[in-house]
C-alpha cells in the first residue's frame, strides 16, 4: 500500500499555494546531513572553555530547559508568555536552549571551538578525553571521547553525545563519520524537533555518501515524553532530501502502544513539497443522506499544477465523484476548475419522482490574474444540475446552504494611470423554485476617470456606463446607458474637511419585450447633484478608569440636493432600495445599481465619539448617532405605483462599539423611528474569548422590512454560541439560533470534545430545518422538517486526521471560533 501525505505547497513564484492539509514537516533528516559531518575540524581545537563572542553558550541554556535529557520542561515552570493552549494541554513544552541563537551565517564558514579535559596527538590521530564539547557556529557536539584520523578523514565520538542546532536536538551513545564522503551514523539514538513538536528514536540512524539518511528500527510521535498515545513505527525508513520524500518499509501506526494500521510500505514528505497520495478519509451521518464517507487522493502533477479526486459514498444517493483541478501560471494567472457528478441519486428519485434525470453535478470555475500591473481578470462561475443541490450535497457549511444562486461572472479590467476601464459578464442562477434568475448582463462596459485626490485641487469626475441586460424569463429586456459628469474640490485640515461636489447623471434605456406598466421602449432620464460633505475633529485628553483615554468628538454634516425627473417608465435591472443604517446618512443615493436617479433636498447630521488609549493608541469604544432631515417629498420609489416618501425626517440610527480590552467585544446598531416610534431595526452581538481558549457570544437581532419590495415579516433571532474548555482534557461547545417570533430554536449544534498531547478526538450534532431555498421559514406548515446530522472527528496532532467537517460547522456557528494549528 502506498501512502502519501502532501503538505503546504512550494515557494515557488510559479507553484500553487498551499493544499489544506498539513502534516507534521520534519528537520530531522536536514539536521543530520548537516550536523553529523562537524567533528572533522576538531584538530582545529581552541583554548579549552573558549566561548566566542555573541555565541549562546551552555551556561546560558535556561537551567530548567537542561534538566531533562530531550529539554521537555513541565508546566509548573514554563515562562507564563509560553503556556499556550497547547502547553497546558501537554502540561509541559520543549523549550530549545539555542532558540535564542543567530542562525543567519553558515556554519560551515565558522570558526571551531573545541575543548576537552585532555588531549591526545600521535601522528595523524586526535584523541579527546573527558567532556568533549565542540562549537561552530550555531551547531553545538558534546561528547565523552572523541577520535579523529587526519589521514584516512574518519572518526568517531562515544559515550553519550548530543549534537545541536535551534530546533534540533539529537542524542545517541556513539557517532562515526568520514568526512571525505558525508558518511556517519548513530546509534541509540533520539531526537527533538522543538517547533514540530515532534520527538523519536531510532536503533541507528545513517547517512550514505548521497546524502540520504537511513534509520533502522525507528519510531515518531507528537505525544509528549513518557507518553504512547500514538506513533509511527517502521522497521526501515529512507529519508531523501533532495527529493524531499520519506521512505518507510514494515511502517505500523500504533495507539496506546497497540499497532492498529500496518502499512508494507509507506512514503511521506520532509518538506513544503507536495507529494502525490491518499488524503484522510471523511465520514459522517445526515438525515439527507445516511453515511457519508470521502477517500480524497491528491495528484502533484507539476509545480504549477495538480488535482484532487474524491469519491464521496453517501449511502441513500450512491457515489458522488469529486474533482478539483489547479494551476498556476504568471501569464494566464491562477485557475481552479472543478466539479461533482453523481448518477441516479437514489434518494432524489424517491423525493422527485415526475424527473426524467436524477443525475446530478455541480461545475466551478474560479480565476484571477494581474498582468503587468495592469490588466486584472476574474472568472467566478458556478452551475448546478437542480436547486436542491448544495442543500442535499455541501454538508460541511451551513452557509453554503443558505445560498439563493450561484455567481456566473467574468469581468476583465485595465488599471490606467487616469482611467479604469472594465467589461464584466454576469448572471446568476437561482437557487429558489419560485424566485426568477435575476439579470443577466452580457455583458456591461465601465469607464471610470482616477483621479489623484489631492488636497486643495479640483478633481474631475467622468463616469461612464453601458450595460445589456438579457434574460430567460418573460419580461422586459434591454440597453441601458448611464454617465455622469462633474467636478470636487476636496479641502483637508488636521481639525476637519469640506469636500463640494457638483455633478450631472444621466441615464437613457432602448427596451425590448416590454411588460406591463411600461409604454415608452427608450425612456431616459438626467439631474444635476450638488452635496456638500463637511465634518469637524475635536479631541481632550480624559480618564475612565484609571485610563489615560483620548475623547473625540465628530460633527459632521452632509447636504444633498438632486433634481426630480419622472422615472415611471424606466424598468427595474439590477436597483434596489439600500437598508437604512448609520452610514446611509452620508451616501449620495438611497438606491443600488443605476436605474434610479434619486431626487433629494436633505440635511444629514451625524456625531461620533471616539475613546481611543493613549497608551498604545486602540480604540476602547465609538459611538455614532445621526438622522436625515428632508427639506421636500421623495418622488423617486422603486415601483412606479409606490406613493412619495413624505416624513420631514428619516430613521434615527445609532452604533456603539465597545473593546475595553483584547478579550470583550461588544458590536450594537439601532434604527429607531420617531414618527412611529418603532424600533425598525436593532443588533447587538457580545463576544468573549478568554487565556484558556473558551469563548462565548450572544447576540440579538430585530428587522421590521420597510423598503423591500417582497412583503416580509418581521424577523427576530437570538443567537447563543460557547466553546467551554473543562479542564485540560475536556471541551463542550454549542450554537443555538432562537426564532423569538416562532419560539423555536431554528439551527442548533452542540458538541464534545476530548483533546491530549496528541490527539483529539470531536463528535458534533447538529439540528437545523429544510425549507426551500430563499424563503422565510413557516413554522405553521405541517411539511417543514427538521433535519439533522452527526459528524465525528479524529486528529492525531502532527500527523493529520479525518472529519474535517466538524472544523467547518464549529467555525459557521460558533462566533469568533477559529481551529488551533498543531
Not at 457519508?292 to 450512491?318: H, M
Not at 419522482?353 to 474560479?366: A, C, T, Y
Not at 437542480?386 to 450535497?393: I, Q, S
Not at 454634516?557 to 433634481?563: K, N, P, R, T, V
Request: contains cysteine; aromatic residues 10%; hydrophobic residues 35%.
Amino acid at each position: 500500500m502506498t501512502t502519501a501525505f502532501p503538505t503546504a505547497g512550494a515557494r515557488a513564484q510559479d507553484s500553487l499555494p498551499p493544499d489544506p492539509f498539513r502534516p507534521a514537516r520534519s528537520r530531522l533528516a536536514l539536521a543530520l546531513s548537516l550536523a553529523l559531518p562537524l567533528m572533522p575540524a576538531v584538530a582545529q581545537e581552541s583554548t579549552p572553555g573558549a566561548c566566542p563572542a555573541g555565541e549562546l553558550c551552555s551556561a546560558e541554556v535556561p537551567p530548567s530547559a537542561i534538566a531533562h535529557p530531550l529539554d521537555w520542561v513541565p508546566l509548573k515552570s514554563v515562562p507564563e508568555e509560553l503556556q499556550d493552549a497547547e502547553c497546558r494541554s501537554c502540561r509541559g513544552r520543549y523549550i530549545d536552549p539555542l532558540a535564542g541563537a543567530d542562525t543567519g551565517a553558515d556554519p560551515e564558514l565558522s570558526d571551531i571551538n573545541a575543548s576537552a579535559t585532555s588531549t591526545e596527538l600521535e601522528g595523524d590521530e586526535v584523541y579527546l578525553h573527558g567532556g568533549v564539547s565542540v562549537q561552530q557556529g550555531y551547531r553545538r557536539l558534546q561528547g565523552r571521547e572523541a577520535y579523529y584520523n587526519r589521514s584516512e578523514s574518519t572518526g568517531k565520538l562515544t559515550g553519550g553525545i548530543t549534537i545541536r542546532e535551534p530546533g534540533m536536538l539529537l542524542k545517541g551513545q556513539e557517532a562515526s563519520f568520514s568526512s571525505d564522503t558525508g558518511e556517519a551514523e548513530i546509534t541509540d539514538s533520539q531526537f527533538v524537533l522543538h517547533q514540530q513538536h515532534m520527538r523519536g528514536a531510532a536503533k541507528a540512524l545513517r547517512r550514505d555518501a548521497e546524502g540520504k539518511v537511513h534509520v533502522q528500527n525507528g519510531a515518531l510521535s507528537y505525544c509528549a515524553p513518557g507518553e504512547q498515545d500514538w506513533e509511527i513505527r517502521a522497521d526501515e525508513m529512507e529519508l531523501d532530501l533532495d527529493e524531499g520524500i520519506g521512505t518507510g518499509r514494515g511502517t505500523k501506526i500504533a495507539v496506546g502502544g497497540i499497532p492498529v494500521l500496518y502499512l508494507p510500505w509507506m512514503r511521506f514528505p520532509l518538506d513544503d513539497r507536495r507529494r502525490t497520495g491518499f488524503l484522510w478519509p471523511d465520514f459522517g451521518n445526515d438525515t439527507r443522506g445516511g453515511v457519508d464517507i470521502a477517500t480524497p487522493v491528491y495528484f502533484n502533477l507539476a509545480p504549477n499544477y495538480d488535482a484532487l479526486y474524491t469519491p464521496r459514498y453517501i449511502e441513500e444517493r450512491g457515489t458522488n465523484h469529486e474533482v478539483e483541478l489547479r494551476y498556476l501560471n504568471p501569464a494566464v494567472g491562477s485557475w481552479v476548475v472543478g466539479g461533482a457528478y453523481l448518477k441516479d441519486d437514489k434518494r432524489y428519485e424517491d423525493e422527485r419522482p415526475e424527473l426524467n434525470d436524477h443525475s446530478r453535478w455541480l461545475g466551478q470555475v474560479k480565476h484571477n490574474g494581474l498582468f503587468d500591473r495592469r490588466w486584472r481578470s476574474t472568472v467566478d462561475y458556478s452551475k448546478a444540475s437542480d436547486v436542491d443541490y448544495l442543500k442535499d450535497l455541501r454538508t460541511n457549511s451551513l452557509e453554503t446552504r443558505r445560498e439563493t444562486s450561484l455567481l456566473q461572472l467574468g469581468s476583465l479590467d485595465y488599471l490606467g494611470d487616469d482611467w479604469l476601464l472594465g467589461v464584466d459578464f454576469q448572471q446568476f442562477q437561482s437557487l429558489a423554485d419560485d424566485i426568477n434568475n435575476d439579470y443577466a448582463k452580457l455583458p456591461q462596459f465601465t469607464g471610470q476617470y482616477r483621479g489623484e485626490y489631492e488636497p486643495f485641487a479640483f478633481e474631475p469626475i467622468l463616469l461612464g456606463q453601458y450595460s445589456y441586460f438579457d434574460s430567460d424569463d418573460d419580461r422586459v429586456k434591454g440597453q441601458r446607458i448611464y454617465g455622469e459628469a462633474g467636478v470636487t474640490y476636496p479641502m483637508l485640515w488636521e481639525a476637519g474637511f469640506l469636500k463640494p461636489t457638483a455633478k450631472y447623471r444621466y441615464l437613457e434605456y432602448e427596451l425590448t419585450d416590454l411588460s406591463a406598466g411600461l409604454s415608452n421602449d427608450s425612456p431616459s432620464a438626467g439631474t444635476a447633484m450638488f452635496s456638500l460633505d463637511s465634518g469637524l475633529f475635536f479631541e481632550r485628553p480624559t480618564r475612565l478608569l484609571d485610563r489615560g483615554l483620548l475623547q473625540t468628538l465628530e460633527p459632521r454634516l452632509y447636504y444633498l440636493y438632486s433634481e426630480y425627473e419622472d422615472q415611471t417608465e424606466q424598468p427595474d435591472f439590477d436597483s434596489a432600495e439600500l437598508t437604512f443604517t448609520y452610514n446611509q446618512l452620508f451616501r449620495e443615493t438611497r438606491f443600488s445599481g443605476r436605474d434610479r436617479l434619486d431626487d433629494a433636498n436633505q440635511l444629514s447630521v451625524g456625531l461620533t465619539t471616539r475613546y481611543i488609549s493613549e497608551e498604545d493608541g486602540r480604540e476602547h469604544l465609538n459611538a455614532s448617532l445621526g438622522q436625515i432631515f428632508y427639506f421636500r417629498d421623495r418622488d423617486v420609489r422603486l415601483l412606479a405605483n409606490a406613493p412619495p416618501l413624505d416624513q420631514s425626517s428619516s430613521e434615527m440610527a445609532a452604533e456603539v462599539n465597545f473593546y475595553p480590552n483584547e478579550r470583550l467585544t461588544v458590536r450594537s446598531s439601532l434604527v429607531w423611528d420617531p414618527h412611529s416610534t418603532d424600533m425598525n431595526a436593532g443588533n447587538v452581538q457580545a463576544s468573549y474569548e478568554r487565556d484558556d481558549a473558551s469563548i462565548y457570544s450572544v447576540g440579538y437581532s430585530y428587522r421590521r422590512p420597510l423598503t423591500t419590495v417582497r412583503t416580509q415579516p418581521v424577523t427576530e433571532q437570538a443567537h447563543f454560541s460557547a466553546y467551554i474548555p473543562l479542564g485540560n482534557r475536556w471541551s463542550v461547545f454549542g450554537a443555538v439560533n432562537y426564532s423569538v417570533e416562532a419560539g423555536e430554536s431554528v439551527e442548533d449544534m452542540f458538541g464534545v470534545e476530548y483533546d491530549t498531547c496528541c490527539w483529539q478526538v470531536r463528535l458534533l450534532h447538529l439540528r437545523y430545518y429544510d425549507s426551500p431555498t430563499g424563503q422565510i421559514l413557516d413554522f405553521n406548515d405541517p411539511n417543514l422538517e427538521r433535519e439533522s446530522s452527526t459528524q465525528v472527528q479524529i486528529v492525531l496532532k502532527g500527523m493529520g486526521g479525518f472529519g474535517s467537517r466538524v472544523t467547518g460547522l464549529m467555525e459557521d456557528m460558533i462566533r469568533g471560533y477559529r481551529e488551533r494549528e498543531y
